[in-house]
């Protein structure tokens, strides 16, 4: 016991006390179909790579980066349709959403978030020592009304979201802007592949705050990139709470090379797309029940026999995708993967029904 004491000197108790986010399986062997992180399944935009090729001559990387990254907010600005200093840039959203997180809520206050969702949410409340509340989505993936936690410091709500893939229209979105009595964060890590998307909001509704990620649609997972759009005002303050050089050379130069070509990632997403509905249909045949799907990923449950089995059959099929249990909503998440990918799931799939 002592050992145990002895070895985190200083540590918090609430830290102690955290289980911590865990990522999902990061297995990259040219082996592994890997279905369970979301990925985008092509490459990115060809521009990308001749963005960073640039970046690595000269004497790019001996100098520090643009600390607010402003080549990118130009760019995001023009593709967007939104001011540039309404735009942050973060390592990826995740470090977005601890900036927020840092930004509005003091020790013991409170982070409240729909579930099931983003398990990282609850993490980082912990980290500030702030209380944690979630609010349960109804039967069919929407929010209740009325919403009962008002008054929250922050209010996180994914959209689409993660692991249902359900969005809410822009009509709720608005609705729930509105009603939520406090700053809400709109994650949009998915919105590349929606229908809809809240990117408005912010210049209509102060307290809202849209993220981003490039790490989906963009197919820059590597990378690390992310951005928020909010009130300029808003984004004056968190600028104050974020780390001097967040993004670095490499990741800037991608990711403003990635905006700026939309033509190439909007045929990425209409193949994404297009796959997605094709897995939902076989999935069905296959006698899997699903949630409509804004996002690169389904969500799939059985009534008939449980699936984490059919999680370790498939992974020890060297088939990689999500197995969640959030009390009660027991289910695989399966990204979209190319087509050759999901033919081997389906096939995998099938022998593992059969047997």
Same mark, same amino acid.
């Given at each position: 016991m002592r050992?145990?004491?002895?070895? *985190?000197?200083?540590?918090?108790?609430?830290?102690?006390?955290?289980?911590? &986010?865990?990522?999902?399986?990061?297995?990259?062997?040219?082996?592994?179909?890997?279905?369970?992180?979301?990925?985008?399944? &092509?490459?990115?935009? %060809?521009?990308?790579? /001749?963005?960073?090729?640039?970046?690595?001559?000269?004497?790019?990387?001996r100098k520090y980066p643009q600390p607010l990254g402003d080549d990118f907010r130009r760019a995001a600005g023009r593709v967007?349709?939104?001011? %540039?200093?309404?735009?942050?840039?973060?390592?990826g959203s995740d470090d977005i959403l601890t900036i927020l997180t840092r930004a509005f809520v003091p020790a013991g206050g409170l982070v409240v978030s729909p579930t099931p969702s983003y398990i990282l949410y609850r993490e980082l409340a912990a980290l500030q020592g702030a209380r944690f509340e979630t609010v349960r989505f109804?039967?069919?993936?929407?929010?209740?009304?009325?919403?009962?936690?008002?008054?929250?410091?922050? *209010?996180?709500?994914? @959209?689409?979201?993660?692991?249902?893939?359900?969005?809410?229209?822009?009509?709720?979105?608005?609705?729930?802007? /509105?009603?939520?009595?406090? %700053?809400l964060v709109l994650d949009e890590a998915y919105a590349?592949?929606?229908?809809?998307?809240?990117?408005?909001?912010?210049?209509?509704?102060?307290?809202?705050?849209v993220t981003r990620t490039m790490s989906k649609g963009y197919a820059l997972a590597g990378i690390r990139f992310g951005f928020a759009v909010a009130d300029p005002a808003i984004i004056r303050e968190l600028v104050k709470v974020k780390d001097s050089y967040n993004c670095d050379v490499l990741s800037l130069a991608a990711a403003t090379a990635a905006i700026e070509d939309q033509e190439y990632y909007r045929g990425v997403w209409a193949k994404v797309i297009a796959t997605r509905e094709r897995m939902r249909a076989e999935l069905v045949e296959l006698?899997?029940?699903?949630?409509?799907?804004?996002? @690169?990923?389904?969500?799939c449950?059985? /009534?008939?026999?449980?699936?984490?089995?059919l999680y370790e059959a498939l992974k020890a099929r060297n088939i990689l995708v999500r197995y969640m249990d959030y009390s009660g909503y027991d289910g695989v998440r399966?990204?979209?993967?190319?087509?050759? /990918?999901?033919?081997?799931?389906?096939t995998d799939l099938r022998s593992i029904l059969a047997g």
């Open positions: 050992a145990s004491v002895s070895a *985190t000197p200083g540590i918090r108790p609430d830290i102690l006390a955290m289980r911590g &986010y865990v990522p999902g399986e990061q297995l990259n062997s040219p082996d592994i179909v890997k279905l369970n992180t979301n990925e985008n399944p &092509y490459p990115p935009s %060809p521009r990308v790579f /001749e963005a960073v090729r640039a970046a690595l001559t000269g004497d790019k990387l967007l349709g939104v001011d %540039p200093d309404a735009i942050l840039v973060g390592n109804t039967d069919d993936w929407r929010l209740p009304r009325p919403w009962p936690a008002r008054g929250a410091h922050l *209010t996180f709500l994914p @959209n689409p979201n993660s692991p249902s893939g359900t969005a809410l229209t822009r009509d709720e979105l608005t609705a729930f802007a /509105e009603a939520v009595g406090g %700053p590349d592949f929606a229908a809809e998307n809240g990117l408005d909001l912010p210049a209509r509704f102060p307290n809202v705050v006698g899997f029940e699903w949630t409509f799907s804004d996002a @690169n990923f389904l969500w449950q059985r /009534e008939d026999r449980p699936v984490k089995p399966i990204s979209v993967g190319t087509d050759a /990918e999901i033919d081997r799931l389906l």
